[in-house]
């Protein structure tokens, strides 16, 4: 669904209030809007229409870009399906903007007062979104990792719904590898080319640092993905070697006594045809030929 909303909190403001229209210092949540409203936002607040259309696109790539005195910070953030979104602020001289398809989850604590939120100073709204954010990200990723990790200690129970889970965490991994690296990109180009306070500065810094570290895990994880990928098909490879083994094994063993039936069953004089224990010899050929092979299959070690 649709969505404008405007919010508000100033310093001294007790918490953040939400308005019926535009005040300077406030900030402008818009949510899934449609052509008309991206065009009625840019026309109101004199955005690039191309930049918003951008920030509505999910495959955009965390970014910093510059448009008539507005900064438009691209970032990715963890959607409600736990797929990445694109997640765009905007920071004018009057206001602040944010723009998504949806709700994002890293949101909703802000809205609920949960998070001290102070609109009318932007570049520190614009630090705890990040860092809200952030916090998000960490969390899938620590949800993955344990998954992944409690998998890893079961290996040999694994099953194919095992192994198909596993894939979509390391699809999700791979692409959370590409997030943390943009974004910790973007973050040092925040620090050159936003005028930042000493201690807005020192918070983008560690930042890049937790970024850096989200991004070491996910690449371990994935690591760890491969490996329990491989063991897996060296398991499922050794289980059909050794079914074909088997299945081999018994149909020598059949075709044994198959061919010494037929042999007396073929209708042709054959040795000893009228002789009275001729079938309790046939069966004692089949029994010591079979005992031969299984003699000969356990001492080369084949089951």
């Not at 065009?39 to 510059?66: M, Q, T, V």
Request: net charge neutral; aromatic share 10%; with cysteine.
């Amino acid at each position: 669904m649709a969505m404008i909303t405007y919010y508000k909190r100033t310093v001294l403001g007790k918490s953040l209030g939400k308005l019926d229209g535009f005040e300077v210092g406030s900030w402008i949540n818009v949510v899934n809007p449609n052509k008309e409203e991206l065009k009625e936002i840019k026309e109101k607040y004199a955005l690039d229409e191309e930049l918003l259309e951008e920030g509505l696109d999910e495959n955009e790539l965390p970014r910093i870009d510059f448009y008539e005195n507005k900064t438009y910070i691209f970032f990715k953030a963890i959607a409600t399906n736990n797929t990445l979104a694109t997640f765009l602020v905007i920071i004018g001289d009057k206001f602040i903007v944010t723009l998504s398809k949806e709700e994002l989850p890293f949101i909703k604590p802000i809205l609920d007062g949960k998070i001290k939120l102070v609109t009318t100073q932007k570049v520190k709204m614009l630090i705890t979104l990040l860092y809200e954010n952030n916090e998000q990200m960490e969390k899938e990723v620590a949800k993955i990792v344990k998954t992944v990790q409690k998998k890893k200690n079961t290996t040999k129970k694994l099953m194919e719904s095992d192994m198909e889970q596993l894939l979509i965490y390391e699809d999700e991994l791979n692409n959370l590898v590409s997030a943390y690296y943009y974004t910790s990109l973007l973050y040092s180009k925040m620090i050159k080319r936003i005028k930042l306070f000493d201690e807005d500065k020192e918070e983008l810094e560690d930042l890049i640092i937790e970024s850096n570290q989200g991004l070491n895990l996910c690449r371990t994880s994935m690591k760890t993905i491969a490996h329990i990928r491989n063991y897996y098909s060296i398991i499922l490879s050794n289980r059909l070697n050794r079914t074909i083994k088997i299945l081999t094994i018994f149909t020598i063993l059949i075709a044994i006594p198959a061919a010494v039936s037929s042999i007396y069953g073929m209708n042709v004089p054959l040795p000893l045809q009228n002789h009275s224990w001729t079938f309790l010899y046939v069966v004692g050929l089949m029994i010591a030929i079979i005992s031969f092979f299984v003699y000969y299959f356990k001492k080369k070690e084949v089951f």
